[in-house]
């Protein structure tokens, strides 16, 4: 599993998997269809996926608490149970206590609540990520940031002005 | 039959068109009655004529013999009362999603203020709140479908028509959103809940759907129209599951 540190930051930083909220939560609800776990490879197979591919999305789930992976298994943790029986709107609150969690994010929310009165533009959470995730691709953390940040409601990012706020 | 709730009914619908190669049939004395709250599917062979068979429904094209019925009446030219969901979501890729939802009820809610609330609304219920000054640009599959979703459901039709709706996106994604969809359509709270589906995937038609109308190969006709009887969430291996699966294949074979 690549992870990088930040200095200053005693947790290592987790890299983002460029992975849609949708696809998380379909894993979750596959996996609660087979009684909450399946053998990771048996699961990549059926689905006609990659192996890495399974790996990214369960990544992503296990990112957000959804999940956990003993042994070659993924396992549906029971927030994970919890968010699929949510209705639409409560997923969102949900998804977004355990992203205010996580450190890139928290990173994120924390520099645009400095700059609360000026724009924080893509370029300057760009630069962040990078300093951030060092050893990734610094465009795709940022696509990753802004799709889950925006279904989380954590902030707003307008494509026209290429500039964050927070959601009042 | 016409029962107190039908919402639509075909009688003996004929679709045929002129090619170049001469007239083709692509649809032969089509009949059957759609009720409200019903979720039905339409299965077949690609060139059955399933996407004429719902274009037919929402009025965008007129039967060539036959009649149709929309709530009792006869019905001729567009229906309003329908939406339709496309497979490739049929987004504006230069507008929002706010204005992608909010596109088809310019004609029908003169004030923008009303008209934004409605908008609001719509994007809640599909789970896009927080999403709605994204281009379709940056938008996953699967909040692509669900825009194509919240505006269907904006002009607050009775009837929800949808081709293929899952057929282009992941296999992840498209689990979630048949789960979300089925949320959206037991939901009574002023949302649709007679729905129209066309898939080539036997499997989602049985997880879904309380009907499963089974097309012919050109022409299409109808084959078989079988009650799903199993009770909801259906998983892939729930006993019954397997054999409707293989009675529908048997019809289709």
Sequence with gaps: MDSSSSEG????????????????????????????????????????????ETLTVIRAAEMLGLVHTPGGDVVVEDFGVKVIDATIAERKDLIREKLEQLPVFKSVRDFLKREEDAEVTREEVLEKLAELLP?????????????WGRYAELFGYNDDSQTFYLDV | MTTENAIIEMRNVTKRFLLPQGEVTVLEDISF???????????????????????????????????????????????????????????????TVAQNVELGLEPRQKDPLKRREVVNRYISKVGLEGYEEAYPRELSGGMK????????LAVEPSLLLMD???????????????????????DRDNVVNTMIMVTHNIEEAIELSDRIIVLSNRPGRIVGDIKIDLPRPRRKRDKGFIEYVDRVF????
């Design chain 1, 9 to 52: 930051d005693k947790r290592p930083q987790q890299s983002l998997p460029e992975i849609g909220i949708s696809q998380i939560l379909g894993l979750v609800e596959l996996l609660l269809g087979k009684g909450g776990r399946e053998d990771i490879y048996k699961l990549a197979g059926e689905l006609s996926m990659e192996l890495g």
């Design chain 1, 135 to 147: 050893n990734e691709d610094a465009e795709t953390s940022f696509s990753t940031v802004v799709s």
């Design chain 2, 33 to 95: 009655t759609a009720n409200e709250g019903e979720f039905i599917t339409l299965v077949g062979p690609s060139g059955a004529g399933k996407s004429t068979l719902l274009r037919l429904m929402s009025g965008l094209m007129q039967p060539s013999a036959g009649e149709i019925y929309y709530q009792g009446k006869s019905q001729v030219g567009m229906n309003p009362e329908c939406a339709m969901v496309f497979q490739n979501f049929g987004l504006l890729p230069w507008l």
């Design chain 2, 145 to 152: 479908q669900r825009v194509g979703l919240a505006r269907a």
């Design chain 2, 164 to 186: 293929e709706p899952f057929s282009s996106l992941d296999v992840l994604t498209s689990i979630n959103l048949r789960n979300e969809l089925l949320d959206i359509w037991s």
């Design chain 2, 250 to 253: 048997s019809l289709l074979a």
